[in-house]
């Protein structure tokens, strides 16, 4: 068969922000009056970072995180005024640009303390010279809207403590915060402290335990030593939906909003809870049909010939390869599409820019054709129409549930590839268009 010269091949991630608003609503009636922080680093885990935030403001979420100063410069450029949060300490020449865009900065040791202060002073000592053009946006009142140390701010910049109990990867050392909380802080606004679980997603692990009673004694000894109480925020999605004594303050939630569960024994939790937590996937993968290909029995089919068709077959190419972020490793482990709602096998090696399917069992369904939609993630009507014209060909007969769905989701992907689903919603279909629904 010949391609359609007029038909656009190319896959399109769709993303479902309405999804996405009422997992945010869910997620924050799940937790009650705790503050929700949505997580978008990593274009929201690869569903796009501005829409996606503008949708999780809308939804009621009290602020973001981003992993670095581009993320927070990009949604500043984008209009978002809310708060939001460095979740790693910047590095030398972040500090500028971070302060200028109004970020919340964390901070983990003393050098990073004395750096910011040199820094804030020199951009004061330029904010304020009488011929200065230099506009400083840090200076405008972001409205954090919990409790009286978010409610209006000053030139004072806001600032973060970040400690280390567990997760060993970026915080700082007890002694090293109590140091930052005993400079002056004319020039900073400390407004919170807050740590990271290691061990969240796994029931009943005991290093949640030993993590929460590190971070109070922290926290003890600084309402002991300087008559403060800070805004506290530990939980993220695991924690927050499994450990009660985790919520504090704020919750910070990244895999939840996007419709997943951080693990199997995190999902049974949330699904056995008394509000019943359950979330949708927002985002879905969808492809084309570009080529239509009979082969012959003992065919070889891709790259190495490590597939060979054990009788005459019908091969489906579609428009999508590693380069896209379909695993190769998928070419060995039972990788599938659907089509035309139905679990079609990939066949052969899974090469830079396309995958071979085994369409076979549809060869009769007048829906193949080139041009047909294939859903690498997502869900996908069952075609019981044609299904019930092929079986009656066949000899067979099949019921009709014309409201019944197949459905490939990045569990089921990440299962596969011994991974999770963060990885692969990370990155399947990273390099084509974003289409926002709803």
Not at 58 to 69: I, K, M, P, S
Not at 235 to 244: P, Y
Not at 275 to 281: A, D, E, R, S, T
Request: hydrophobic content about 40%; glycine content about 6%.
């Amino acid at each position: 068969m010949t391609k359609n010269s007029k038909t656009s091949f190319i896959p399109v991630v769709r993303i479902d922000l309405s999804a996405l608003k009422q997992n945010v609503r869910n997620l924050k009636k799940q937790v009650g009056k705790t503050k929700l922080c949505c997580v978008v680093k990593a274009d929201a885990y690869g569903h796009g970072i501005v829409e996606v935030s503008k949708a999780a403001i809308e939804a009621g979420a009290g602020c973001l995180a981003v992993a670095t100063v581009l993320e927070g410069m990009q949604l500043r450029k984008a209009g978002l005024s809310c708060p939001i949060l460095l979740l790693s300490e910047p590095t030398l020449d972040e500090f500028e640009p971070a302060i200028k865009y109004g970020l919340t900065l964390t901070i983990i040791s003393v050098n990073s303390f004395i750096t910011l202060t040199k820094i804030i002073e020199k951009l004061n000592r330029l904010k304020n010279s009488p011929n200065s053009k230099y506009n400083l946006i840090f200076g405008s009142e972001l409205d954090f809207g919990v409790k009286e140390l978010f409610k209006k701010r000053s030139d004072k910049v806001p600032i973060h403590l970040k400690l280390e109990t567990g997760m060993v990867r970026l915080g700082g050392r007890k002694e090293e915060l109590m140091e930052i909380l005993s400079n002056d802080q004319n020039l900073v606004m400390i407004e919170a402290c807050w740590t990271h679980m290691a061990t969240a997603d796994i029931k009943n692990h005991q290093n949640n335990l030993i993590q929460l009673k590190k971070y109070d004694e922290f926290i003890y000894e600084v309402t002991k030593n300087f008559k403060i109480e800070l805004f506290s925020h530990i939980a993220n999605t695991a924690a927050g939906l499994s450990i009660e004594d985790s919520l504090r303050d704020m919750v910070r939630f990244g895999i939840g909003i996007y419709g997943y569960y951080p693990s199997k024994s995190i999902k049974d939790i949330a699904l056995s809870s008394k509000n019943k937590l359950v979330l949708k996937p927002v985002k879905s993968l969808v492809a084309k049909v570009e080529n239509l290909i009979s082969i012959e029995r003992k065919q070889g089919v891709s790259y190495g010939h490590n597939y060979m068709a054990e009788i005459g077959s019908l091969i489906a190419v579609v428009q999508i390869g590693y380069a896209d972020g379909l695993f190769r490793i998928l070419s060995k482990m039972q990788g599938e599409v659907l089509i035309c709602g139905t679990r079609c096998k990939i066949v052969g090696n899974i090469t830079m820019n396309h995958i071979m399917v085994d369409v076979t069992a549809l060869k009769l369904n007048p829906n193949l054709k080139i041009g047909t939609e294939v859903v690498i993630l997502g869900s996908q009507k069952k075609d019981f129409i044609s299904k019930s014209k092929v079986s009656s060909k066949a000899g067979t007969t099949e019921s009709a549930k014309s409201e019944d769905f197949e459905t490939i989701d990045a569990d089921e992907i990440a299962d596969k590839l011994d991974t999770i689903s963060y990885e692969v919603l990370t990155n399947l279909g990273h390099t084509f268009k974003k289409e926002y629904i709803n």
